[in-house]
């Protein structure tokens, strides 16, 4: 019934601190990122090469990806919105790009300031350029279940961006639950259009849990053979540019299931716990997992 084995990118270092009030050291970013790739995850999105005014919080983006300590294992990706951003990546050193952009026009703007149409533009450039690069490019699309501003969004319009970025050349799709709205019955109906027509080796599923559901969404999601998954280590997290966005499901609870029902990862719970404990300290404030927490109280 369930995979063997599923892949988790951990998208803290990224997707989690990118919303934090409080500013981590660059020092201690990189620390904290060393400690991930040492727990036996796979890929790291490490940081982002977007305008410095819109995300501070991950400014130091070149810093932290010159000074990480690079595990041959893993590969170490970065969010990049445009030529310029990739252009910056490149020279940091990046195994990954990551382009972004939305099935809702609106939440599109509000996050690049342009429209659907204006980013594929720029979009096919830069998947071109990583690709001829020789970089893996992920294209997450974000609000592919529920936007903030324009409500429910069709698997058609979320077939339109995923058809456009495989054939700028992205080699795999993360669909994004931008705010944690989605049920299992949404994932049922996204995946019935989204699997009829791609393979689910190339699909990314991306779950944030404001409203605690993302563990239902993954089961339902493993249901139909999805076998990759992001999370941010201690639920870190939320897109700045969506109202009422909380932190990415937590990868604690997420090995803490997976594990449970006997699918292999290939990460260490224990090193996971360290880390997240680290950047616990360092933010000093409770991350949301449940499972991060059961461990602090025993
Ligand atoms: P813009 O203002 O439209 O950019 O911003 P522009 O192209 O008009 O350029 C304006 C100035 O910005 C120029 O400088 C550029 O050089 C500079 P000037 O000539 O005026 O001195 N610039 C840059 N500087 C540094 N890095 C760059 C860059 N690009 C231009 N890459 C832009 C457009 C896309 C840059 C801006 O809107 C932006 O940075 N947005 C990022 C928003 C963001 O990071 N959101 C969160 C991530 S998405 C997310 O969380 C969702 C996800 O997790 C999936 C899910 O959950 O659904 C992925
Ligand atoms: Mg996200």
């Given at each position: 019934?369930?995979?063997?084995?599923?892949?988790?990118?951990?998208?803290?270092?990224?997707?989690?601190l990118?919303?934090?009030?409080?500013?981590?050291?660059?020092?201690?970013?990189?620390?904290?990122?060393?400690?991930?790739?040492?727990?036996?995850?796979?890929?790291?999105?490490?940081s982002?090469?977007?305008?410095?005014?819109?995300?501070?919080?991950?400014?130091?983006?070149?810093?932290?990806?010159?000074?990480?300590?690079?595990?041959?294992?893993?590969?170490?990706?970065?969010?990049v919105?445009?030529?310029?951003?990739?252009?910056?990546?490149?020279?940091?050193?990046?195994?990954?790009?990551?382009?972004?952009?939305?099935?809702?026009d609106?939440?599109?703007?509000?996050?690049?300031?342009?429209?659907?149409?204006?980013?594929?533009?720029?979009?096919?450039?830069?998947?071109?350029?990583?690709?001829?690069?020789?970089?893996?490019?992920?294209?997450y699309?974000?609000?592919?279940?529920?936007?903030?501003?324009?409500?429910?969004?069709?698997?058609?319009?979320?077939?339109?961006?995923?058809?456009?970025?495989?054939?700028?050349?992205?080699?795999?799709?993360?669909?994004?639950?931008?705010?944690g709205?989605?049920v299992?019955?949404?994932?049922?109906?996204?995946?019935?259009?989204?699997?009829?027509?791609?393979?689910?080796?190339?699909?990314?599923?991306?779950?944030?849990?404001?409203?605690?559901?993302?563990?239902?969404n993954?089961?339902?999601?493993?249901?139909?053979?999805?076998?990759?998954?992001?999370?941010?280590?201690?639920?870190?997290?939320?897109?700045?540019?969506?109202?009422?966005?909380?932190?990415?499901?937590?990868?604690?609870?997420?090995?803490?299931?997976?594990?449970?029902?006997?699918?292999?990862?290939?990460?260490?719970?224990?090193?996971?716990?360290?880390?997240?404990?680290?950047?616990?300290?360092?933010?000093?404030?409770?991350?949301?997992s449940?499972?991060?927490?059961?461990?602090?109280?025993?």
């Open positions: 019934r369930w995979p063997e084995n599923v892949q988790v990118k951990e998208v803290g270092p990224r997707d989690g990118q919303n934090e009030k409080t500013r981590v050291a660059t020092a201690d970013k990189v620390h904290w990122i060393n400690m991930l790739s040492e727990s036996g995850v796979k890929e790291i999105e490490y982002s090469f977007v305008h410095p005014k819109w995300v501070p919080a991950l400014s130091d983006a070149h810093e932290v990806g010159k000074k990480i300590k690079r595990n041959p294992d893993v590969r170490y990706s970065a969010l919105p445009n030529m310029k951003g990739l252009e910056l990546a490149l020279e940091t050193g990046i195994d990954g790009a990551s382009v972004f952009m939305s099935a809702s609106t939440h599109n703007r509000k996050n690049i300031n342009k429209s659907i149409d204006q980013t594929f533009s720029v979009l096919q450039e830069v998947v071109d350029e990583a690709k001829q690069a020789g970089k893996h490019v992920t294209g699309v974000s609000t592919v279940f529920d936007c903030p501003y324009e409500g429910r969004i069709t698997p058609e319009s979320v077939i339109r961006v995923c058809d456009k970025l495989f054939e700028f050349g992205a080699d795999d799709v993360s669909l994004g639950d931008t705010i709205t989605a299992p019955s949404q994932v049922e109906k996204l995946l019935d259009a989204v699997l009829a027509r791609y393979p689910k080796e190339k699909i990314i599923m991306h779950f944030h849990d404001t409203r605690g559901m993302a563990i239902a993954i089961m339902t999601s493993m249901e139909y053979g999805i076998t990759r998954l992001d999370s941010s280590i201690g639920g870190l997290g939320g897109c700045p540019y969506a109202p009422g966005a909380a932190g990415n499901v937590a990868t604690n609870d997420v090995l803490y299931l997976l594990h449970g029902l006997g699918i292999d990862t290939g990460i260490s719970e224990r090193k996971l716990q360290e880390a997240a404990l680290y950047i616990q300290n360092k933010l000093g404030k409770t991350l949301p449940k499972t991060l927490a059961s461990v602090v109280n025993q």
